[in-house]
């Protein structure tokens, strides 16, 4: 079963609050398998690049990075355990990711 949330939060706390939600997943399941939907291409790698200093694993994948790019990294986000994928809407349609821990959509509009 696959945990979703619904918050509502001023715009300065939406990545201090992302932040949390993962770290707190992280703990409580090591086989953790996090999907973070973001706006635009632009956000999407802004947040990985964040998280990925916060020394979160993470991936991304935007319609900014070359199809075989996106497909090697879908590849392995469908069969690694222990990885947040940072995507923007290419992976909204017609994408199955099995065993997904923790849906996350992040509205940050402010780029």
């Keep these: 079963q696959v945990r979703q949330m619904h918050l509502v939060a001023p715009l300065d706390k939406h990545f201090p609050l992302l932040y949390a939600i993962l770290k707190e997943h992280i703990a409580d ?19 990985a690049d964040l998280l990925g200093e916060l020394n979160l694993n ?12 996106r497909t090697r990294v879908s590849d392995e986000f469908r069969k690694s355990k222990g ?8 992976s ?7 065993d997904v821990t923790l849906v996350v959509q992040v509205y940050l509009d402010l780029l």
């Design 83 to 90: 990885l947040i994928l940072v995507t923007s809407d290419v």
């Design 58 to 69: 993470v991936r991304e994948i935007h319609s900014r990075k070359p199809q075989s790019y």
């Design 29 to 47: 399941d090591v086989d953790y398998k996090v999907l973070v939907f973001c706006t635009t291409a632009m956000v999407t790698r802004l947040v």
């Design 92 to 98: 909204a349609r017609g994408v199955d990711y099995p």
